[in-house]
Nanobody, 129 residues
């Protein structure tokens, strides 16, 4: 069983930056696809970004392209989400997800929550206007 713990959330003004981290324990981290989702109160969980296990591709929802960057450090079993130019609509709980199978079907498969089989508890990001 892989355990995921997020950190780095907080309160920031619009236009500011935050860097989220998600540390994994258990399993072979370097072989897993990883992703960030977010969920605002009363809204559905939304895909934000993903990175393939071999570093061969990164994927982003259109609303964060050019502002957010996902990366991974396999030596530290950690995935990061660098968030710049934050907007009030980015306010949400940000949740780390992992796919132990790392199955590639298509790019759009990375956007789907059911691809991922381990989830963190989330870290809150609040962007004030």
């Amino acid at each position: 069983q892989v355990h995921l713990v997020e950190s780095g959330g907080g309160l920031v003004q619009a236009g500011g930056s935050l860097r989220l981290s998600c540390a994994a324990s258990g399993g072979t981290f370097s072989r897993y696809d990883l992703a960030w989702f977010r969920q605002a109160p009363g809204k559905r969980r939304e895909f934000v970004a993903a990175i393939r296990w071999n570093g061969g591709g990164t994927y982003y929802v259109d609303s964060v392209k050019g502002r957010f960057t996902i990366s991974r450090d396999n030596a530290k079993n950690t995935v990061f989400l660098q968030m710049n130019s934050l907007k009030p609509e980015d306010t949400a709980a940000y949740i780390c997800a992992l796919d132990k199978d790392s199955l590639y079907v298509s790019e759009t498969w990375y956007y789907v929550a059911s691809k991922y089989n381990s989830w963190g508890q989330g870290t809150q990001v609040t962007v004030s206007s």
